[in-house]
């Protein structure tokens, strides 16, 4: 059994091949690492865990086998011939194997799944048992590849609450790479990731207040960036832009008068793109009927402007 974890642990890593990336960062507690797909959030992930070659810190030159690490693939790769108990006890030695895999699958609330082949557990399902097997080295570190890949939107805050729970349990840093902004709500620690590397790190909150630079704005899900009078870039949420109904404003705003450019039906709002004086994109809750041509005044709340760079 491998030392209590660190609650925290430095990352450096220099990678060549298949994509050439030079990343500094600090996982601490619950970590996502977003970026857009493409990005090399899979390749950090797998040099990480000693299946590419790379260069940096923590555990470079170690070949993986003989890494503290609990690595999640996107997808779980599950055997689809073995059950759930052998699937979570498949790294672990001794007789009593199978005992301490189904300790994990109880820990973990899915013992009643211990007999199941791999290849009949749900996406939510198979989550949680391969977060058994990850679990099951007693890793410094575990590593999740797109861990909401598999699962619909009906499932995915439970399983995610039920991970989150278990790795806080034991104290252990990890590591998740997304490009789901759903997920990075959830981070203690969040990392973005950019074409060239690491763009900016620090609380989803720090960050949602003041985006490094424009990449950064949008892969915290601002849809809504432009040049402001004074010179500087702001951006918006297009679900923080209101449609003024010329009832008594709440606090200080920007008003935006334009053309209607398209209008589609969300379910649970409309979303609008102004074709002029720019193309703002709005996501509103409660609206009259528009159409295509119609010329709308639209607010934006200072309090939800943020300063981009700088």
Known sequence: MHPS???????????????????????????????????GKTTLLRALAGLLPAQGTPWGGLPAEARPIGYLPQGTALFPHLTALENAA?????????ERGRHLL????????ASRRGRDLSGGEAQRVGLARALARDPALLLLDEPSSALDASTK??????????????????LAATHDPAIALL????????????????????????????????LLGYQNIWRAADGRLVAIRAEDVRLDDGAAPEGAAEMLE????????????????????????????SA?????GQRIRLRLPHRRIVAVGG
């Not at 220099?14 to 797909?37: E, M, N």
């Not at 498949?90 to 199978?98: F, P, Q």
């Open 187 to 218: 981070a203690e620690r969040l990392v973005l990731m950019g074409a060239g590397g690491i763009l900016q790190e620090g609380t989803p909150r720090d960050l949602a207040r003041h985006p490094a630079n424009e990449e950064a704005a949008r």
């Open 5 to 39: 974890p660190a609650t925290s642990l430095a990352v450096a890593y220099r990678i060549a091949q298949p994509i050439a990336l030079d990343a500094r960062f600090t996982i601490a507690g619950f970590t996502v690492l977003l970026g857009a797909s493409g990005t």
């Open 106 to 113: 109880a820990e973990l609330g899915i013992a009643d799944l």
């Open 288 to 292: 009259p009927v528009l159409t295509p």
């Open 258 to 285: 334009g053309i209607v450019a398209t209008v589609h039906d969300a379910g649970h709002a409309v979303r609008v793109k102004l074709a002029a004086p720019l193309p703002l994109i709005a996501m509103l809750r």
């Open 157 to 174: 805050e439970a399983v995610f609450a039920a991970l989150i729970e278990a790795v806080a349990a034991r104290a252990i840093p990890t």
């Open 90 to 98: 498949y790294a672990l030695r001794g007789t009593d194997r199978l």
